[in-house]
């Protein structure tokens, strides 16, 4: 509107100048054709048709007609009533009047990156907090934001309040408790001459690294006791100190099995009837094996599924990535990369086959 309306007044300045050698019988003449030009135009666009003027045009207009008396105002033909025009110059002088007596407050000055960082840190790692909580903590650590501010930072990045985000939910707790946590179970297969095979397997939440623990026709609970001290030994090798493991129930697993894990210091959690999704991560490592071998080699005995289980095993634990590692392997962690631009280009890749073919672990030549 401003530039509009120094536009106008520069143009109509010319023109005020080209009217000064101009003699007044040529000035009445001009001013007879102008105001037969306006009553034209009023004839043909009709007494209910308004003429629409933009705002600069008001702003113009009105500064320069407001200076004639209000006699001669009414006088002239105009597009609009004199009263209009008298309207328009009130309304440009009160918006002049309300720029140059505005107050000017400086206002509150933005949170600063940092403490907005710090304060979404302060309720990620803690969700039980509200703002309340959070602002006490921030005064602690010398930081002074109002309780308004951590609110208003909550909301906007769309964090439900504390009662909402502290429920916890079966994954979260599993998360939390991973290196306390083991899981066992049985998976069926039946091998080329019609027998079947019952494998006991057990998995670490925190790592993902499986153990099979044998392999038998005859799952009878003093193979399953003795199969559970064995894994009892090699968990105290290792130096894993877990102190609950999930399992189904299974008719497999012995009374006897629970007491040896609790002399060992470990609480068996049995999971709800029918609700597999409980021992998940056990479920997921079945479901796994089954894709990638089971349903893809033929086992001639017991001689065989063993061999296969523990390729598998070595395969599992050595090799594929994880996504709850990171992209790791159990017992390998994620290699460094690659940002040589001429590696990058020239990559040699080695694959080894695993079980004729049936598994491949790919690494880069030497």
């Not at 023109?15 to 034209?40: F, G, N, Y």
């Not at 044998?214 to 559970?228: E, F």
């Not at 959690?269 to 990638?292: A, D, F, K, Y």
Request: with cysteine; aromatic share 6%; glycine share 4%.
């Amino acid at each position: 509107m401003l530039l509009r309306l120094a536009y106008l007044t520069v143009t109509n300045a010319f023109a005020a100048l080209r009217l000064l050698p101009t003699s007044d019988r040529d000035k009445d003449v001009e001013i007879l054709v102008l105001r037969h030009q306006i009553a034209v135009l009023e004839r043909q666009l009709g007494a209910d048709t308004r003429v629409r003027f933009a705002p600069e045009d008001r702003a113009f207009l009105a500064a320069l007609l407001t200076s004639l008396p209000r006699e001669v105002l009414r006088q002239l033909r105009l597009l609009v009533r004199p009263d209009t025009v008298l309207r328009w110059h009130r309304d440009l002088m009160r918006r002049c009047h309300a720029r140059i007596c505005r107050p000017k407050r400086p206002g509150r000055s933005p949170t600063v990156p940092s403490i907005r960082a710090l304060i979404l840190r302060l309720v990620r790692e803690n969700p039980s907090w509200g703002y309340r909580r959070v602002h006490g903590e921030l005064t602690t650590l010398g930081i002074k934001v109002a309780p308004s501010t951590v609110w208003e930072i909550l909301k906007q990045a769309a964090l439900d309040p504390a009662p909402e985000r502290a429920s916890t939910t079966w994954a979260d707790f599993l998360r939390s408790q991973a290196d306390a946590l083991l899981a066992c179970d049985f998976i069926e297969t039946v091998t080329l001459s019609g027998q079947r095979q019952y494998v006991l397997a057990v998995i670490e939440h925190a790592t993902r690294r499986v153990r099979v623990l044998g392999i038998t026709a005859h799952p009878s609970a003093t193979w399953v006791t003795q199969v559970i001290r064995n894994l009892v030994m090699d968990l105290d090798g290792a130096g894993c100190r877990a102190r609950f493991l999930l399992r189904d129930r299974d008719g497999k697993f012995p009374i006897l099995m629970d007491e040896v894990l609790a002399e060992a210091g470990i609480t068996t959690v049995l999971t709800g009837i029918r609700m597999p999704r409980m021992n998940s991560i056990m479920e997921r490592w079945v479901q796994s094996c089954r894709h990638e071998l089971l349903d893809r080699c033929l086992v001639w005995n017991e001689r065989h599924l063993r061999h296969a289980l523990r390729e598998y095993e070595l395969f599992y634990n050595g090799h594929p990535a994880h996504q709850a590692l990171a992209q790791a392997a159990p017992l390998r962690p994620v290699p460094e990369r690659i940002t040589e631009p001429e590696r990058v280009t020239d990559l040699k890749i080695r694959r080894r086959a695993r079980l004729g073919g049936v598994l491949h672990e790919y690494s880069h030549a030497a």
